[in-house]
Antibody, heavy 123, light 107 residues
Framework: QVQLQESGPGLVKPSETLSLTCSVS????????WSWIRQPPGKALEWIGY???????NYSPSLKSRVTISLDTSKNQFSLKLSSVTAADTAVYYC?????????????????WGQGTLVTVSS | SYELSQPPSVSVSPGQTASITCSGD??????ASWYQQRPGQSPVLVIY???KRPSGIPQRFSGSNSGNTATLTISGTQAMDEADYYC??????????FGGGTKLTVL
């Protein structure tokens, strides 16, 4: 059973960079896509972006200018950086395994999720 | 940009059938997935590719997708099914998008 665990600071100051890491256990990070998804308090889920084990990335058009996702296969981890944060970036951030059957994006879904970590943007 | 719309809330009596809808332009030509999120917990995949159930998901959960609407159906609803449910699909303009969520109340 694949398990994911997010880690990182729970408080970030406005205009600074949010940095989170997702540790994957119970399976290799290879051969899958890995995504970050966030959920502002009381609101809906929002996909942020993914990284493929090869290192290729794809980001949400609305966040693309501020997002970087990277991979460390030796540690079975992937990371998120979100720059120039504001209060609107306050959310629970989840990492998830992103299944893309036969590389068909429209068939894709998220089958394993981390427990989530709350990041608050405040001075 | 592509949007998915869900009713904010649905109520059902125990043992009855609950239907939760998700609407989007030509959604039937795409694939829909559904996630259950209990309070304070992470989302759990309950339906993918319109009507497939992951291992461990009870048979009472089923899905369909046609026209502009995808539907999650829970037959013989139990108290443990009370949760928020989110639909998800992909569109070339917005990539992966989620609906606004539906709170299912089992009265």
């Amino acid at each position: 059973q694949v398990q994911l665990q997010e880690s990182g600071p729970g408080l970030v100051k406005p205009s600074e960079t949010l940095s989170l890491t997702c540790s994957v256990s119970g399976g290799s990070i290879s051969s899958y896509y890995w995504s970050w998804i966030r959920q502002p308090p009381g609101k809906a889920l929002e996909w942020i972006g993914y990284i493929y084990y090869s290192g290729s990335t794809n980001y949400s058009p609305s966040l693309k200018s501020r997002v970087t996702i990277s991979l460390d296969t030796s540690k079975n981890q992937f990371s998120l950086k979100l720059s120039s944060v504001t209060a609107a970036d306050t959310a629970v951030y989840y990492c998830a395994r992103h299944v893309v059957p036969a590389t068909q994006a429209q068939r894709a879904y998220f089958d394993f999720w981390g427990q989530g970590t709350l990041v608050t943007v405040s001075s | 940009s592509y949007e998915l719309s869900q009713p904010p809330s649905v109520s059902v009596s125990p043992g009855q059938t609950a239907s939760i809808t998700c609407s989007g332009d030509k959604l039937g030509s795409k694939f829909a997935s559904w996630y259950q999120q209990r309070p304070g917990q992470s989302p759990v995949l309950v339906i993918y590719e319109d009507n497939k159930r992951p291992s461990g998901i009870p048979q009472r959960f089923s899905g369909s997708n046609s026209g502009n609407t995808a539907t999650l159906t829970i037959s013989g609803t139990q108290a443990m099914d009370e949760a928020d449910y989110y639909c998800q699909a992909w569109d070339s303009s917005t990539a992966w998008v989620f609906g606004g969520g539906t709170k299912l109340t089992v009265l």
